[in-house]
């Protein structure tokens, strides 16, 4: 069965901590993804990868990074956490596909940080 | 105007009413569609892609307008199961991108 696990279902933290997200997939995807959703404003795409060691900016990449040292793992890092990134994350992977066939998108649980 | 729009409702419907939710796109070029189902505090999960040619699985239908640009789905006879919130989805462009989600619509099935 498809599986996407996050490392943690729920964090709080301090502002100006760092903060890892984990994730890691077994389905052998080659794409990953980290998203954000806010009540009110949906998914909102901070960044992804679509090949080890590769990164791209999504649409709100500011105030955050990501590693990816290993195919199955793709991290989002918060360098100093703040209040305005509290939110639920959800990191996401899909098979490689090639035209306009997009492989489905398989979420994980979710991590929902709070930072105080 | 933003990549995908959707009605956020709630739409309050009783069981077995038949409910249907558009979407409106911005890109024309756009490739692929989907509509992805999130149950409350849970991850969003694939319901079903659209074609061109529209498809049905049960009571659930998915159309496609490219000249209006929306996509539609239609739920029959509503269950009390089918209460969550439905994410419609765009690739905007062909090859691998990131796939554009709708802010969702949300559904509440009233027995």
């Known amino acids: 069965d498809v599986k996407v696990t996050q490392s943690s279902r729920y964090l709080v933290k301090r502002t100006g901590e760092k903060v890892f997200l984990e994730c890691v997939q077994d389905?052998?995807?080659?794409?990953m993804f980290w998203y954000r959703q806010d009540p009110g404003l949906g998914l909102r795409l901070i960044y992804f990868?679509?090949?080890?060691?590769?990164?791209e900016k999504g649409d709100i990449p500011e105030g955050y990074s990501v590693s990816r040292e290993k195919k199955e793992r793709f991290s989002l890092i918060l360098e100093s956490a703040s209040t305005n990134q509290t939110s639920m994350y959800l990191c996401?992977?899909?098979?490689?596909?090639?035209?306009?066939?997009?492989?489905?998108?398989?979420f994980g649980e979710g991590s929902r940080l709070t930072v105080l | 105007r933003k990549e995908v729009e959707q009605d956020p409702g709630p739409f309050n419907v009783p069981e077995g009413a038949t409910v249907a939710f558009n979407c409106t796109y911005s890109?024309?070029?756009?490739?692929?569609f989907f509509w992805y189902r999130q149950d409350c505090r849970k991850e969003p999960k694939l319901l079903m892609s659209?074609?061109?040619s529209g498809n049905e699985d049960g009571r659930f239908t998915a159309q496609l307008n490219r000249a209006s640009q929306y996509i539609s789905l239609l739920i029959r006879d509503s269950k009390l199961s089918d209460s969550a919130t439905y994410l419609c989805?765009?690739?905007?462009?062909?090859?691998?991108?990131?796939?554009?989600f709708g802010k969702g619509t949300r559904l509440s099935v009233i027995a």
């Open positions: 990868s679509y090949d080890v060691k590769m990164k």
């Open positions: 989805v765009v690739v905007p462009f062909s090859g691998n991108t990131p796939l554009v």
């Open positions: 659209v074609y061109s």
């Open positions: 996401a992977s899909s098979l490689f596909t090639s035209g306009s066939d997009t492989g489905e998108l398989f």
């Open positions: 389905m052998d995807h080659e794409n």
């Open positions: 890109n024309s070029a756009s490739q692929s």
